[in-house]
C-alpha cells in the first residue's frame, strides 16, 4: 500500500501561480509512475499530467500544455505540479496518483491516489 498526500492547493486569482506536491511519507515512489488528475464540481475526473519513474517521460492534457510542469524528486520522495498562468476553468480537486506500470493518461492505471488538493481560482 502506498500513501499518497497532496499539498500546495489553494484560492488564488486568474494569471496567478500554484506548485502541488504529493509526497508518500511510508513508501519510496521511485518505482512508479506519477499522475496528476482533477476533478471540478460536475464533471468526470480527468488526467492532467503524469511523469514516468525516472523523469525522462512528460504528457499533459491538451488544456494545460504549455502552462503546467510535472516533476519529481526521487531522493525526496516528491512529484510536483507546477501550474502557471491558471485560468478559472483549473480550478478542481487535484489528486495524485501512483502506477506500478508506465506513466499513463488513464485513471484506471492507477493503483494509489491520495485524498486530494482543492484549487480554486477567481478574482
Known amino acids: 500500500q502506498v500513501q499518497l498526500v497532496e499539498s500546495g492547493g489553494g484560492l488564488v486569482q486568474p494569471g496567478d501561480s500554484l506548485r502541488l506536491s504529493c509526497t508518500a511519507p511510508?513508501?519510496?515512489?521511485?518505482?512508479?509512475?506519477m499522475g496528476w488528475f482533477r476533478q471540478a464540481p460536475g464533471k468526470d475526473r480527468e488526467f492532467v499530467s503524469a511523469?514516468?519513474?525516472?523523469?525522462?517521460?512528460?504528457s499533459y492534457a491538451d488544456s494545460v500544455k504549455g502552462r503546467f510542469t510535472i516533476s519529481r524528486d526521487n531522493a525526496k520522495n516528491t512529484a510536483y505540479l507546477q501550474m502557471n498562468s491558471l485560468k478559472p476553468e483549473d480550478a478542481a480537486v487535484y489528486y495524485c496518483?501512483?502506477?506500478?506500470?508506465?506513466?499513463?493518461?488513464?485513471?484506471?492505471?492507477?493503483?494509489?491516489w491520495g485524498q486530494g488538493t482543492q484549487v480554486t481560482v477567481s478574482s
Open positions: 496518483a501512483a502506477s506500478t506500470g508506465r506513466q499513463s493518461t488513464l485513471s484506471y492505471d492507477y493503483t494509489f
Open positions: 511510508r513508501r519510496t515512489i521511485h518505482n512508479y509512475a
Open positions: 511523469i514516468s519513474w525516472s523523469g525522462s517521460s512528460t
